[in-house]
Each structure stands twice: as C-alpha cells, then as structure tokens.
C-alpha cells in the first residue's frame, strides 16, 4: 500500500541520547527522556535506552502502556496532569506523576490505596508559562497540607514547565524558585522532597552555561535527544545529529505556475487567510502528503534550493524553480523534521514507519 514515509535512523538517536545523557550525567542531573514526540515507538525507545537512558516520560497514558506492554521493566512519569477519570491507570500504568490539582490528586490517592499502593507525584509550579502548576506560596500554602492529607500518594519531587504554552524561557531565577520552594515544602510541612525537576530541552542552556541553580537534578527532554534541537531557544544543539527523522513523499505534479493565486481571495482549508508573494512564474512540485499526514511547517525540504511554500490537507507544494532538472514525477522528495512533524506522522493513520 502506498504511503508516505516517516524514516527513523535509530544509530543517530543512540548517539544523541548518549551525548546528552553523559552530559547530564556530569552535571548530577538525571535526564528523563520523554516519548510522546513520536508516539512512545518502541524502537526509538530501544535506542534511547542503548544510548544509556533509563528514565522515560509521557503525556499519555495509552503510550506508557503499549511501551511498557512492548518493553517490560521501563520507568515512567506521566508528565500530563490527568483528569480524574484517569487515576486507576495512573496507578496501574505510571511509576510516577506530575500533579496541580487537589481533587485530582485525592481521586489518584484513592485508586492507589485501591490498588495496595503509595503512588509518588512530582507537584508542578507555575513559574510565569501560565500552563499547569500552583501559582504563588498562597496557592502552594492551600495545595500542601491537602496532599500531607493524602495517605495514597506521596509528594517526592518539585517541578515546572516552561516554553511550551507562554514561550518564557527559563532562567537562573524562575529555575531557583523551584529549589527554595522545595526546602520550604520540606521545612513547613514535613515533606522528603528529593527531586526538583526544572523542564526540558529549553534549559538545557543554562546547564551549559554553568548557570543550572544547585539542586535541580532532573531535565525532562526529548526534543534533544532526537532532533539535537532547541525550539525554543531557536537554536541547534553543537554536535548532535538533526536528521534522525526524515519524511518522504513522493512527487505528483510538476508544473510551471504563478506563485499568486488567481482570483477573489477568501479563507483556506483551515480557515486561514495566508499571504502569498508574487515571485513570477514557477516551478512546483506538488507531493502526495498534507496537513493530515504532517505538520508540514516543521519539515525543511532535503534538496539544496527546494523550499515548502505551502499545504492543503492531502498535498504539499513545494517550489523548485532553483534546483530545476533536479526533480520528476514520481521521485520520493526527503525533509528534515522538526518536532511537531514528527509528534503528528507519528499519530497519523497514513504514515508508514520505517525504524532503520
């Protein structure tokens, strides 16, 4: 059956993992390598662990089941805060969880006590991303003698999310609030708090910088570890490879055509009003793969002058006036992916996967 093509090149993820894992290492961090990029593959997952990790991370649950189902004695934190329909499988499926919530932390205590067990959570903080986490010592002040109250779980760990929601880049201070929040937590109400879990691949600056606040001790990156890339901080990591995923469709049409659309211009597929700049006549290459295939803004043609102009759910149109008599009808065009490429060729019913 044809198909597009997500290409896994599992030696580069080993060296990456290896790299960044060593790194952290020296610096007395525990690097905990999250999976829900690409959909908890096993093979990728193989590969990270043969690069020395031996922490994993996922947002979902049905991941961490189906690899724990496919590779037996991984350990897992669920890095989603679930709801409380979902507290069984948290303790059924999760070594450990991230927790905000007082009501979802009580239905998880509950279904742990069920179950014959102390669940450990790692409680988030809202340092100024304004996605999860206890806002202000106030709201902490509410949350944790609530928790000390339940007998289910046990509060081992501190944490933040930053970059993902707010774009607010961590920092020496935002990253230290975490560190005296955990010596409060432990001074006021009698926690053991042990790990202090600072974000992901964004911070990984300021571990390289000398700058990582002591007693932070834990990263939560994946973006790293497969594509040696720090969104983020719009930057690629020195050394890493940045080709470990690689999407393949192949060519369809091409056509010399203008590069504005002719006519009374409304909104597209999705309910944009794109731009399109008037660069003449063009050469376009038009391949079998859309927005319901990828997220084609995160992939970066292979082919030295091709550039991705644009996508409608099934075909993507990319010009190649520059590198004409470099592509026909029926070749397999190759693009780099970035993270949310992969994050959907991955969830995507028509991708085929091809772990090398």
């Known amino acids: 059956m044809y198909a597009p093509i997500l290409e896994i090149h599992t030696r580069k993820v080993t060296e990456n993992a290896r790299k960044l894992h060593a790194f952290c290492k020296a610096h007395g961090v525990e690097l905990t390598f999250a999976t829900k990029g690409f959909s908890a593959l096993p093979q990728v997952i193989a590969a990270a662990r043969a690069g020395g990790i ?3 991370a996922d947002s979902r649950l049905k991941n961490i089941r189906a690899a724990k189902q496919a590779i037996p004695g991984l350990r897992y934190l669920l890095i989603r805060v679930p709801a409380i329909a979902e507290a069984e499988d948290v303790v059924r499926w999760a ?18 006590l069920r179950q014959g067990k102390v669940h450990p959570i790692l409680l988030m903080v809202d ?3 304004l ?45 230290a609030v975490l560190v005296e929040l955990r010596d409060y937590l432990n001074a006021a109400y009698g926690f053991s708090i042990s790990v202090v879990s600072a974000g992901g691949t964004c911070a990984l600056k300021l571990l390289e910088d000398g700058m990582m606040p002591a007693g932070v001790n834990q990263l939560r990156a994946g973006e790293a570890v497969l594509y040696g890339e720090d969104t983020t901080g719009n930057r690629f990591l020195e050394g890493y490879h940045q080709d ?4 393949k469709a192949q060519v369809v049409e091409l056509r010399r055509k203008p590069s504005v659309p002719i ?4 909104r597209d597929g999705k309910g944009d009003t794109p731009e399109y700049p008037d660069r003449g006549v063009r050469l376009r290459a038009i391949v079998a793969a859309g927005k319901q295939d990828v997220a084609w803004g995160a992939l970066t043609p292979l082919l ?5 102009i644009g996508a409608s759910s099934d075909h993507m149109i990319i010009d190649v006036e520059d590198c004409a008599g470099q592509v026909s009808v029926g070749d397999w065009m190759a693009f780099r992916c970035g993270y949310m ?9 028509y991708v085929e996967i091809r772990a090398l």
């Open 244 to 247: 470990a995923f690689l999407f």
């Open 95 to 112: 070594d450990w969880s991230v927790q905000s919530q007082i009501e979802v932390i009580r239905a998880v205590s509950e279904a742990a």
């Open 341 to 349: 490429a992969v994050l959907d060729a991955t969830t995507s019913a």
């Open 304 to 308: 030295p002058g091709a550039q991705l």
């Open 263 to 266: 006519g009374e211009l409304g």
């Open 127 to 129: 340092v100024g991303d």
């Open 131 to 175: 996605r999860e986490g206890v806002f202000g010592r106030k709201q902490l002040d509410e949350i944790a003698p609530q928790i000390k109250a339940c007998a289910g779980v046990e509060l081992v760990g501190i944490g933040t999310n930053v970059g993902c929601y707010g774009s607010v880049l961590p920092s020496v201070e935002n990253t």
């Open 54 to 56: 031996e922490s994993f």
